[in-house]
């Protein structure tokens, strides 16, 4: 079997599709993306495919290897999510000619389903009082939700006391038996980070999430000692070389790799195991398309320490299009008590509609996330 063509797919709302396929009929489908560059990402791997047509696609390992190794810069976003989206493809194909499920080729499943969590607020959130309510009231029993809109390294106290309120107003809602994830995306510095934190203990969250870049990890030393909530990082590094030194350093309760973004399904197995190894959770990150969630799940299936995963069903991103919309079936995407079952179909375990794949790629997308600027000028984080 031989690797023929492979084609990408810009698609709403936000996402990049790629197909593989072979000269046996079998094809693969994986999401090779970075929200924001998807068109950057797209040229990265038709510049990769010109190592792979012509090629055995079940040789996993060795094309990973040798993409990730033939270039002499290697690894961050670009190139980590077009050798992740290939990579999801060639299991899909895999995993179709074996007739099995992936995670049966990665030794099997440890776990019958796994806990997912929803999206509620925005990049400024509002109303999360309700909507976690609303949630809760569809069966999932957690979510998470944005902390806080952008700050300065200091900045006024009324900022934090609405994030107090708002947080105080989602554990009224739901009760004390319910998960509450709190996403700082980073926009928090150093210098509030511990303050906030400790104000957030009496809520007892889930986890908090980047509470400083992924760039400032040194940070979480300070605010693993200032704090007993399990603080969670991880969507923004890109291989086991950049999880290594925080697993290391031993700060991280829970880490975040994105299987779109951190080298794919053959990358994330092996960063879930050295998380393992330190008695770290994994929470896999994906606010993506139907391909990433079921790459996710496929992993998540064999491996121990995963606790929760992502999904993105009604997120405040997927506008005009969302995650169910391009499976030909979406019931294997079944929520049920907070959680979904495992994929047990053949590779991946969906089945993509094609045709509304070509449909929607004629729209297309120029998603950017926002620009956001301090009242003084400068650039804040989003």
């Known amino acids: 079997m031989k690797i023929t063509k492979m084609e990408c797919f810009v698609v709403p709302p936000r996402w990049l599709f790629l197909k593989i396929e072979t000269d046996s009929g079998i094809v693969g489908w994986g999401e090779p993306v970075v929200e924001g560059r998807a068109r950057t990402v797209k040229a990265a791997v038709e510049e990769l495919s010109e190592y792979l047509i012509g090629k055995d696609p079940m040789r996993i390992e060795d ?100 994030l107090i309120e708002r947080v105080s107003s989602v554990r009224e809602a739901v009760g004390n038996d319910f998960g509450i994830a709190i996403d700082f995306h980073g926009r928090v510095h150093k210098t509030l980070a511990k303050s906030i934190i400790k104000e957030l203990e009496v809520f007892r969250p889930m986890f908090i999430e980047e509470p400083v870049l992924a760039e400032n990890s040194e940070a979480l030393r300070e605010i693993a000692h200032a704090t007993t909530i399990p603080i969670a990082t991880g969507e923004r590094m890109y291989s086991r070389w950049d999880f290594k030194k925080i697993l290391s350093d031993g700060y991280v309760d829970i880490i975040q790799p994105d299987l779109s973004h951190a080298g794919g399904i053959t990358e994330c197995k092996k960063i879930f195991a050295m998380a393992e190894a330190y008695d770290v959770a994994v929470a896999p990150h994906c606010p993506l398309g139907p391909i990433a969630l079921s790459a996710c799940l496929q992993v998540d299936a064999t491996a121990h320490n995963v606790v929760i995963q992502e999904q993105s069903l009604g997120i405040h991103y997927n506008q005009g299009s969302d995650l169910l919309d391009y499976l030909q079936d979406s019931s294997v995407f079944e929520y049920k008590d907070g959680y979904v079952d495992n994929l047990n179909g053949p590779g991946l375990g969906i089945e993509i509609d094609e045709d509304y794949v070509r449909q929607k790629a004629e729209v297309g997308h120029n998603w950017r996330n926002p620009v956001w600027r301090h009242q003084d000028g400068t650039i804040a984080e989003w």
């Open 63 to 162: 094309h990973w290897q040798m993409l990730y190794r033939s270039g002499f810069y290697r690894g961050g976003p670009i190139l980590m999510s077009a050798i992740a989206g290939i990579d999801q493809a060639l299991w899909d194909i895999k995993g179709k000619y074996f007739n099995a499920p992936i995670h049966q080729l990665l030794g099997g499943a440890c776990r019958e389903s796994v806990r997912v969590y929803s999206w509620i607020g925005g990049d400024r959130p509002a109303d999360v009082g309700i909507q976690a309510k609303e949630k809760k009231d569809a069966g999932f029993t957690a979510i998470k939700m944005n902390g806080t809109e952008e700050l300065q390294y200091l900045d006024s106290h009324k900022k934090i006391d609405d």
